[in-house]
Structure formats: structure tokens, C-alpha cells
């Protein structure tokens, strides 16, 4: 069955670096786009960013610049390299896979 594993998530100073990766199995990854969505407490979930099968990749405005979705097909994973952080990207990043495929999340805490 589909399976999404997220990792790297932590606590990490404002100005900051963390990449989180998502291990993805159970179906012929590089057919599939591939999502980071968040959610921060009393928020509702937010796409983040998204790459899709022809490594085409989109940012929410609030991360353009500072966010880099990328991914190893030969891997069956996807990334998510986060610089610049600041306290509002705390929350709790998701990956996914359409259509309703859903990792369990990991934690981003940007404080100082």
C-alpha cells in the first residue's frame, strides 16, 4: 500500500536551515506529483509547495525564495529544503500524494 514517511523535522533558530525528506513507497513514484503541505496550531492545512512528474515545481508565496522542493526518483523520495526560516513556519509539514495520500507529519519549530 502507499506509504509516506517524513523526516528532519526539529527545532531550528529564526534564520535558519532544515531539510525534510519523505520516504515514499507502495506505488511507481515518479509517475506522481508529489506535495509539502503545513499546518499550524488553530490553522488550517496549507499547501506549501508542489513538483510534479517532469520535476516542474510551485511555492506558495509566502516561501518563494526561501523554500526548494526537489526529488530523486531513483530514491522514491522528495524534498524540502527550507532556508530563512522564521517562527511563522512553524507547524507540522505534511507530505502528500494524490489523491488523499497523507505521511504523518513532522515538526518544525522555528524559535529562539
Known amino acids: 500500500q502507499v506509504q509516506l514517511v517524513e523526516s528532519g523535522g526539529g527545532l531550528v533558530q529564526p534564520g535558519g536551515s532544515l531539510t525534510l525528506s519523505c520516504a515514499a513507497s507502495g506505488f511507481n513514484f515518479k509517475n506522481y506529483d508529489m506535495s509539502w503541505y503545513r499546518q499550524a496550531p488553530g490553522k488550517e492545512r496549507e499547501l506549501v509547495a508542489s513538483?510534479?512528474?517532469?520535476?516542474?515545481?510551485e511555492y506558495a508565496d509566502s516561501v518563494k525564495g526561501r523554500f526548494t522542493i526537489t526529488r530523486d526518483n531513483a530514491k522514491d523520495r522528495v524534498y524540502l529544503q527550507m532556508n530563512a526560516l522564521k517562527p511563522e513556519d512553524t507547524a507540522v509539514y505534511y507530505c502528500?500524494?494524490?489523491?488523499?495520500?497523507w505521511g504523518q507529519g513532522t515538526q518544525v519549530t522555528v524559535s529562539s
Open positions: 513538483i510534479d512528474y517532469l520535476n516542474k515545481a
Open positions: 502528500y500524494r494524490p489523491v488523499a495520500y
